[in-house]
């Protein structure tokens, strides 16, 4: 599964941007969904994740309340809509695909190693 991120780009500080993630040519419909984050000489950090039917969402403490995940699995879609953006935000944002769809308290999909398929990343710049 090639995924592809976009929507990217340079924002300033308390602006917002939509990221989406797709996979031409084939369904998503049936995975667990996650964005990741990673700025520049830090790890790759989870950002938020939804289950395979958009039931279950789970986002890190530093994005909650600012930070929406969402999918569309008609169009074999998912988004990230992401408000009042900080500096601390700067980061290449990836999606990323879990073949186990389902999601809970004990495996909400924080852990990267959970998924399976990643796309190329998009980048994403606040400015102060």
């Known amino acids: 599964v090639q995924l592809q991120a976009s929507g990217g780009g340079l924002v300033q500080a308390g602006g917002f941007l939509s990221l989406s993630c797709a996979a031409p040519?084939?369904?998503?419909?049936?995975?667990?969904m996650g964005w990741f984050r990673q700025a520049p000489g830090k790890e790759r950090e989870f950002v938020a994740a939804i289950s395979w039917n958009g039931g279950s969402t789970y986002y890190a403490d530093s994005v909650k309340g600012r930070f929406t995940i969402s999918r569309d699995n008609a169009k074999n879609t998912v988004f990230l809509q992401m408000n009042s953006l900080k500096p601390e935000d700067s980061a290449v944002y990836y999606c990323?695909?879990?073949?186990?769809?389902?999601?809970?308290?004990?495996?909400?999909?924080?852990?990267?190693?959970?998924?399976?398929?990643w796309g190329q990343g998009t980048q994403v710049t606040v400015s102060s």
């Open positions: 040519g084939r369904t998503l419909s049936s995975y667990a």
């Open positions: 990323a695909a879990d073949t186990y769809g389902v999601l809970d308290d004990v495996d909400n999909g924080s852990d990267p190693r959970e998924y399976d398929y």
